[in-house]
C-alpha cells in the first residue's frame, strides 16, 4: 500500500506552527523523484540523535547556497510519536520554514523502502541527481564540505 504525504490539516504541529508532514516511504521517494531541476538531499534524522542535532545546520546552509542550483533538501525526522513537539520546537530554533516529514511506518519497511542497503542508524543522508538517482549515501553525521563537495561534482 503506497501512502501519500497528508495533506496540511493532518500535519503534526511543532511548537509554532511548524508542520512535520507524515510520510512513508514511497511517499519520501516520490517527492525525491519530482522534477526539481537539481540534486536532492534526504537527510533522516531525529531529536534524540546528537550527531543529527550537530549537522543539522551545515545542512540548511548547504540548502541556503545551492539554492540557486534547485537543490531541494528534505528533511525526514525518525522521531517517536510522542517526540514531535519537540522535533518542531528544534526546526523552528533553527529557521525551518519549508515542508519537512515524519517517518510513519515500520522502521524495517521505512528503511527497505529507501535504500535496502541502509541499516537503519541515524543520521542516514542520501544525494540523489535531478533525475532522482541515488549518486552518494552517508551513513553518521556529514559536514558542510563534504556535502559541498559532492554537490559540486554533481552539479559540474
Given amino acids: 500500500m503506497v501512502a501519500v504525504p497528508a495533506t496540511a490539516g493532518d500535519s503534526e ?3 509554532r506552527g511548524q508542520a512535520i ?3 512513508d516511504a514511497a511517499a519520501v521517494m516520490d517527492r525525491i ?3 526539481h531541476g537539481g540534486p536532492v538531499l534526504l537527510n533522516v534524522w531525529a531529536t534524540w540523535c546528537r550527531p543529527c542535532r550537530k549537522e543539522m545546520p551545515d545542512l540548511l546552509r548547504l540548502r541556503k547556497t545551492y539554492r540557486g542550483s534547485g537543490f531541494e533538501l528534505v528533511l525526514v525526522s525518525a522521531d517517536f510519536e510522542n517526540q514531535l513537539a519537540a522535533a518542531g520546537e528544534f526546526l523552528d530554533s533553527l529557521g525551518v520554514t519549508f515542508e519537512t516529514y515524519h517517518k510513519r511506518q515500520n522502521d524495517m519497511e521505512f ?3 529507501i535504500d535496502p542497503d541502509w541499516s537503519g542508524a541515524i543520521p542516514y543522508s ?3 541527481d535531478a533525475r532522482g538517482r541515488r549518486v552518494n549515501s552517508w551513513y ?3 559536514d558542510y564540505d563534504t556535502a559541498a563537495a559532492s554537490l559540486d561534482s554533481l552539479l559540474r
Fill in 33 to 35: 523523484e519530482a522534477d
Fill in 126 to 128: 542520501a544525494l540523489y
Fill in 13 to 15: 504541529p511543532g511548537a
Fill in 111 to 113: 528503511i527497505d523502502g
Fill in 21 to 23: 508532514v507524515p510520510v
Fill in 140 to 142: 553518521g553525521r556529514i
